[in-house]
């Protein structure tokens, strides 16, 4: 009897056992990949590093901008299948950090995609707070960054540019980095940004880290070596104190750009550092500190344009010997005045340079059809970018026949003496300049010197001079211009001889573009004439070109020229 | 020496073996590299004094008195050890300890024994069979009454089910079993209203739904995990991410089977399950070639305790049962199980007719 209900029981414990057989095949040979994959999910969570970024140091090895250690606190959610429940604990902590640190919702950092909770620049106060609570809760990390410093970052800000928090486009669960936005930070963003370090937790269930891979160390950034002289930049950032405009120092002979000055300028630090109601500041100011003047403004070039059109148009053959200026002249049917009323009587272009005389170029440009002229001032570099790599700037405005509306005649006149649709960037005016006194070379005008690593390795070294095109020029014409450009500063007759220098001898051209423009804040139409100024020095072998534009300043007689002058003596000096 | 003897001794100990190397892989520390717990040494000191006590009982001779005698006395002090608990210091919110100098033990572990030996002399004893199945039942349920408050639900089932499955191997099998299945459907919702808690029946909702896997379901998703990743060979041994990680509840005692099939694969598993099945097979061997009767409902019983046991915990372990506490025999961390279990097999290897023969 018993043996036989025996059997049906093993019978039972037969059945099940295959069943668990069955089972076991199921979970461990067909849903191996899915289980595997599982368990990988479990137990591994990856921790970013952030590596310090490339330092910038200028001509002479000084420090532009730097690093600072800064600490932040990382607050994450605990994770759980139920969206809804993350996003309510997400609210609660915040709400928690914001008591707790006493720190304003405006400077907690937030990602809702890995539901983070980020609060940089901590005080030692917060940081020890923070520290207690990461005793008791997995969750929170104290994270080291760095913080960018630029110093004196008014004067450095226009090419330095900025830093804000971007999403590293590796994997969406990266943290954020800042990442260079503008200017040369954003220029040279891959050099400066070094790579993350990356270590792989492996982690309990209790969110505890039990075992750290270190996967990739972190690497520090490239540092850049730039051509911007710093006590250059500070001086000529002190002398447009107060004014908008730029001040633009090249080097003559290889493009290397020495001073790059655009006011107003903004504080890039207060971006570097989150500091929100500085940045909303700067974003709403109405003189748009953020526009680099010296690369992006674009301005009719006044008289200084005569400089080009007078070497542009002697290669085409056209020149003039004189002038005669009765103060004004019959372009068509309509009168075009001189800047001196008066008239300034009988003009070579010399006298027509260093006087700043309109009637001589007004005379001049009958002498060429549209397209000579036109070609004259694109073979300078006008209506075209510079080649300045990656730095926004503008093309300027130079149009071919076919774009003009009115009268090519009247146009032509305007045009040659720098006004009409006719406009540039100083950043232009200085290349232009500079190729009168290299022997014809437009040169690609540079900022970065060199590229390399902590240890001294050079990985990119751009200071061997790129000429863009090279111009023949006339040489008697070119010798007149440098005669006239001369006299303008050191002849009584000169329009700038009130910026002589004793200590100095320059040369330069000064120019005044009439511009008509609404004032931003109260929509009047303001008059005020922008002023120019395009210099070199030294006189004998030119080494440097200096371009000072003051907007609405005045005279370029008046306004620029001084400015350039109080440079020139202190770098030439 | 005997076959079944030899067979039964090795299976054991292999098993047992593997068992204290899945405790230890499940109890070391994986940030100190430490291999070598505490566990698993005393699981090792148990398992050598379980396995001695095995061999000594195989070779005692017993009679109808002295099996008597045994068994009423060692049933009646377990019953009273097992209320004695009762009264004890709870540990995770059940007192099932019983607290010595040097060690603490499960009275319920043994009381099985005791109550499958009593179980045995009434299922042989010559009484008319309706006052027979009422004394089986009357055991039983007195025994599975005394755990049920500790509380320990499955236990207490199980007692049932021992109760059961003593008057199914004692009376005619067709009546019994359609009796039975009627009263269980009968009883089953008042059970349901009455003596399940909330979490018992969430447990019982998950395994059916098969679903809510942070909930009352979580350990069996991690489970599932642990077993599924092991794959056809296993991550090797001490390479379990989901033992040493401590994603897995419970993993010396409990889900210590998945931490076994996490290291060693499918292949491993199939391997312990079937020496498992071979043990139940060797071990009914013995119960149908007994002489005694006694010796057959006793080892019968024993193979339905062991067997259930078995069953439980590996469905258990792959997502198939409902969560209990069910230990694996011979193979979870826990000396009161060992030591009992190995009693039993003792105890029925000397029923086996050709054990007297060395």
Redesign the interface.
């Given at each position: 009897?018993?043996?036989?209900?025996?059997l049906?029981?093993?019978l039972v414990?037969?059945a099940?056992?295959s069943?668990?057989?069955f089972?076991?095949?199921h979970?461990?040979?067909l849903?191996?990949d899915?289980?595997?994959a599982?368990?990988q999910k479990?137990?591994f969570k990856f921790s970013y590093t952030d590596p310090p970024r490339g330092l910038i140091f200028d001509a002479n090895n000084d420090i532009i901008a730097s690093n600072q250690v800064s600490f932040c606190g990382v607050f994450s959610v605990p994770y759980?299948?139920k969206r809804h429940l993350m996003i309510q604990k997400y609210e609660e902590i915040k709400s928690f950090v914001e008591q707790e640190l006493s720190v304003s919702r405006e400077s907690i950092q937030e990602t809702l995609n890995n539901f983070t909770l980020t609060v940089c620049n901590l005080t030692p106060i917060q940081l020890e707070r923070i520290y207690r609570l990461k005793l008791f809760n997995p969750n929170i990390e104290i994270k080291k960054t760095y913080n960018r410093v630029v110093n004196k970052p008014e004067a450095f800000s226009s090419i330095i540019g900025y830093l804000a928090q971007s999403q590293s486009n590796q994997s969406s669960f990266a943290p954020i980095r800042q990442r260079g936005v503008l200017g040369v930070e954003k220029c040279y963003d891959d050099f400066l940004s070094g790579v993350e370090g990356i270590t792989k937790l492996?982690?309990?269930?209790?969110a505890e880290t039990?075992?750290t891979i270190t996967l990739r160390k972190e690497t520090s950034g490239l540092n850049l070596k730039l051509f911007i002289r710093k006590d250059w930049q500070n001086r000529a950032f002190e002398l447009l104190s107060g004014k908008a405009g730029a001040i633009v120092v090249l080097e003559v002979n290889t493009g290397y750009l020495r001073t790059v000055v655009s006011a107003p300028s903004y504080n890039a630090n207060a971006f570097n550092n989150q500091d929100v109601p500085e940045i909303r500041k700067i974003l709403n100011n109405v003189e748009k500190p953020l526009i680099n003047r010296a690369f992006q403004g674009v301005y009719p070039p006044g008289s200084v344009a005569k400089i080009f059109v007078a070497l542009g148009l002697a290669n085409y053959g056209k020149k003039l010997k004189t002038a005669f200026c009765p103060g004004y002249d019959l372009v068509g049917k309509r009168s075009l005045r001189c800047h001196k009323r008066s008239g300034h009587g009988t003009m070579d272009l010399v006298e027509a340079i260093s006087q700043s005389c309109d009637v001589y170029f007004y005379n001049l440009s009958k002498l060429a059809n549209y397209d000579e002229i036109f070609n004259s001032l694109s073979l300078f570099g006008f209506g075209k970018e510079t080649g300045l790599e990656c730095i926004p700037q503008s093309k300027g405005t130079l149009r071919p026949k076919d774009k003009i509306k009115h009268s090519i005649e009247f146009e032509k006149a305007l045009i040659s003496i720098g006004q009409g649709g006719f406009s540039a960037s100083p950043i232009q005016v200085a290349v232009a300049m500079a190729s009168l006194l290299n022997g014809g070379k437009i040169l690609k005008p540079k900022l970065v010197e060199e590229i390399y690593s902590d240890d001294s390795t050079t990985y990119f070294n751009f200071s061997s001079p790129e000429v863009m095109q090279t111009i023949e020029l006339e040489k008697q014409t070119m010798e007149a211009v440098k005669e006239g450009m001369f006299k303008a500063i050191n002849s009584s007759s000169g329009t700038a001889y009130s910026s002589r220098s004793k200590q100095v001898l320059y040369a330069g051209k000064t120019g005044t573009a009439q511009v008509i423009d609404l004032k931003r804040k109260t929509k009047q139409k303001i008059h005020e004439d922008h002023a120019w100024f395009v210099g070199y020095w030294p006189v004998e072998n030119p080494k440097f070109v200096i371009v000072v534009i003051v907007e609405h300043g005045g005279s370029g007689g008046q306004i620029a020229a001084p400015i350039a002058k109080e440079f020139i003596e202190f770098a030439g000096g | 020496m005997d076959k079944t003897l030899i067979g039964t001794f090795t299976s054991i100990g292999l098993l047992n073996l593997l068992g204290i190397l899945s405790v230890m892989s499940a109890t070391s520390d994986?940030?100190l590299d430490n291999t070598v717990s505490g566990f698993a040494i005393r699981q090792s000191i148990y398992s050598i004094l379980g396995f001695f006590i095995a061999i000594l009982l195989s070779r005692v001779q017993f009679n109808l008195s002295l099996w008597r005698t045994l068994a009423n006395v060692s049933h009646a002090v377990l019953t009273m050890l097992t209320i004695f608990v009762l009264f004890s210091e709870p540990i995770k919110g059940a007192s099932r300890w019983l607290d010595f100098v040097f060690f603490s033990f499960q009275p319920a572990e043994f009381l099985k024994i005791s109550t499958i030996s009593v179980l045995s002399l009434l299922c042989v004893s010559q009484i008319e069979t309706k006052i027979k199945l009422f004394l089986v039942f009357l055991t039983g349920i007195l025994s599975a009454v005394c755990v049920a408050f500790q509380p320990d639900l499955s236990t207490s089932l199980l007692f049932a089910l021992y109760s059961w499955?003593a008057g199914?191997?004692?009376s005619q099998?067709k009546r019994y079993v359609f009796w039975s299945f009627l009263i269980v459907l009968l009883i089953a919702p008042i059970f349901w209203e009455l003596f399940l808690e909330p979490y018992q029946r969430r447990r019982i909702i998950a395994l059916l739904r098969g679903d809510d896997?942070?909930g009352s379901n979580w350990q069996v998703l991690?489970s599932?995990?642990?077993?599924?990743?092991?794959?056809?060979f296993g991550k090797g041994y001490l390479g379990g991410?989901?033992s040493r990680?401590?994603?897995l509840p419970e993993r010396h005692t409990d889900f210590v089977f998945s931490v076994f099939?996490e290291e060693f694969?499918?292949f491993g598993?199939?391997f312990v399950?079937s020496l498992?099945?071979f043990v139940?097979?060797l071990l009914?061997r013995i119960?149908?070639s007994s002489s005694s009767?006694l010796g057959?409902?006793f080892t019968?019983l024993i193979?339905?305790k062991l067997?259930v046991e078995i069953?439980l915990n590996?469905?258990m372990t792959?997502g198939?049962a409902p969560v209990t506490g069910t230990a694996l025999p011979f193979f979870s961390y826990g000396g009161s199980s060992l030591m009992s279990n190995y009693i039993a097999v003792g105890l029925c290897l000397s029923f086996n007719k050709k054990s007297r023969m060395f």
């Open positions: 009897m018993i043996e036989k209900n025996l049906v029981v093993f414990f037969c099940i056992f069943i668990i057989l089972r076991l095949f979970l461990q040979v849903k191996y899915f289980f595997k599982q368990a479990n137990i759980s299948k492996s982690i309990n269930v209790r039990v075992e | 994986v940030s499955t199914y191997l004692c099998p896997p942070l991690q599932l995990i642990a077993v599924g990743s092991g794959g056809i991410t989901q990680f401590e994603l099939c694969g499918f598993a199939t399950v498992f099945l139940l097979f009914l119960a149908m009767e057959k409902a019968g193979v339905v067997g069953v590996i469905l792959l198939l």
